[in-house]
C-alpha cells in the first residue's frame, strides 16, 4: 500500500524518536558502566600499594591511622583549639583516645606549631599502635606543601631515636581542613624532607660513629581516593633521590 505524505512524515517523526530514545539509553547505561568501572578501580580499605622504587622501601596502606598495628604511628595536627571542630580521621582518633587531641589542642600544651611534637603512648584498648607520634604543622592559612618536607625530616629523627624499624605516618592536611594541594605534592614533599634526614644519619654514621638507623620502611597512609595519588608522589621523591 502506497504511503501518503503525511504517513511518511509520522514514519520519520517516529523513526527519529526510537533513535533519540536508543541513544540516550546507551548514554545512560555507558555513564554507569564507567561510574561502576571507577568504582571498582579504587583500592580497598586495608589494600598496600608498593611503592617500585630502589631506594627505599616505602608503601601506600588505605587505612585510617587510628586502626593501625604498629611500632610507631605518626600524625599531624595543625594549630587549633578545642572549639576548632576535628574531621575525617581525626574525629575517630580523638574518640579512641577518649577525647586526648581536644584536651592538648591549647596553646599552654600542644600549641600545633609546625615541627612541635608530642609522643603519647596509648592505653590498652584504645589504638593498636604501641606509640603515636603527633607533629605540628602549623598556621591552616599559611600551609604550603614545602612544609611536609620538615615533617618528613622530624619523622626519620624521631623513628631513628626511638630505634623504630618501620613507622607508619598519616599526614592529616585534609583531615585539617586544607585542601587546595594535591596528595601527591603533600607525600613527595614529605618524602624528600624524610630522605634528607636518612641521608644526614648515613654521613654521621660513617664519619662520626654515629649509631645507624635501624630505619627500614615506611608506611605513608591514604585513603582509597587519594592513594594513587599519594604512590605517585612518593615515587617522584624517591625517583629524586635516586638520581
Same mark, same amino acid.
Given at each position: 500500500?502506497?504511503?501518503?505524505?503525511?504517513?511518511? $512524515?509520522?514514519?520519520? #517523526?517516529?523513526?527519529?524518536?526510537?533513535?533519540?530514545?536508543?541513544?540516550?539509553?546507551?548514554? #545512560?547505561?555507558?555513564?554507569?558502566?564507567?561510574?561502576? /568501572?571507577?568504582?571498582?578501580?579504587?583500592?580497598?580499605?586495608?589494600?598496600?600499594?608498593?611503592?617500585?622504587?630502589?631506594?627505599?622501601?616505602?608503601?601506600?596502606?588505605?587505612? $585510617?591511622?587510628? &586502626?593501625?598495628?604498629?611500632?610507631l604511628q605518626v600524625i599531624c595536627l595543625f594549630r587549633s583549639e578545642p572549639s576548632d571542630?576535628?574531621?575525617?580521621?581525626?574525629? &575517630?582518633?580523638?574518640?579512641?583516645?577518649?577525647?586526648?587531641?581536644?584536651? #592538648?589542642?591549647?596553646?599552654?600544651?600542644?600549641?600545633? &606549631?609546625?615541627?612541635?611534637?608530642?609522643?603519647?603512648?596509648?592505653?590498652?584498648?584504645?589504638?593498636?599502635?604501641?606509640?603515636?607520634?603527633?607533629?605540628?604543622?602549623?598556621?591552616?592559612?599559611?600551609? /604550603?606543601?614545602?612544609?611536609?618536607?620538615?615533617?618528613?625530616?622530624?619523622?626519620?629523627?624521631?623513628?631513628?631515636?626511638?630505634?623504630?624499624?618501620?613507622?607508619?605516618?598519616?599526614?592529616?592536611?585534609?583531615?585539617? $581542613?586544607?585542601?587546595?594541594?594535591?596528595?601527591? &605534592?603533600?607525600?613527595?614533599e614529605f618524602m624528600s624532607g624524610f630522605l634528607r634526614a636518612r641521608r644526614t644519619q648515613?654521613?654521621?654514621?660513617?664519619?662520626?660513629?654515629?649509631?645507624?638507623?635501624?630505619?627500614?620502611?615506611?608506611?605513608?597512609?591514604?585513603?582509597?581516593?587519594?592513594?594513587?595519588?599519594?604512590?605517585?608522589?612518593?615515587?617522584?621523591?624517591?625517583?629524586?633521590?635516586?638520581?
Open positions: 500500500m502506497a504511503l501518503t505524505w503525511r504517513d511518511s $512524515g509520522r514514519l520519520i #517523526v517516529e523513526v527519529r524518536r526510537l533513535v533519540v530514545s536508543a541513544l540516550l539509553c546507551c548514554s #545512560v547505561a555507558t555513564h554507569r558502566t564507567s561510574a561502576q /568501572t571507577s568504582a571498582a578501580s579504587l583500592p580497598v580499605a586495608g589494600q598496600v600499594r608498593t611503592v617500585q622504587s630502589a631506594t627505599f622501601p616505602v608503601d601506600v596502606l588505605v587505612q $585510617g591511622p587510628a &586502626e593501625t598495628m604498629t611500632e571542630p576535628l574531621h575525617g580521621s581525626l574525629v &575517630e582518633m580523638n574518640e579512641r583516645l577518649q577525647g586526648l587531641l581536644d584536651a #592538648v589542642r591549647k596553646p599552654s600544651l600542644f600549641s600545633g &606549631e609546625a615541627g612541635e611534637t608530642l609522643l603519647v603512648i596509648p592505653r590498652a584498648g584504645t589504638i593498636p599502635a604501641q606509640r603515636l607520634l603527633i607533629v605540628g604543622l602549623g598556621d591552616p592559612r599559611t600551609f /604550603t606543601p614545602a612544609r611536609m618536607n620538615l615533617v618528613g625530616a622530624i619523622v626519620f629523627e624521631e623513628a631513628h631515636r626511638m630505634v623504630i624499624h618501620h613507622p607508619f605516618f598519616a599526614p592529616m592536611v585534609l583531615d585539617g $581542613g586544607v585542601s587546595e594541594f594535591s596528595t601527591g &605534592e603533600i607525600a613527595s648515613a654521613l654521621l654514621a660513617d664519619r662520626y660513629d654515629a649509631l645507624r638507623t635501624r630505619v627500614e620502611k615506611l608506611t605513608f597512609l591514604a585513603d582509597a581516593a587519594h592513594a594513587a595519588d599519594t604512590q605517585e608522589g612518593l615515587a617522584k621523591a624517591l625517583a629524586a633521590e635516586a638520581k
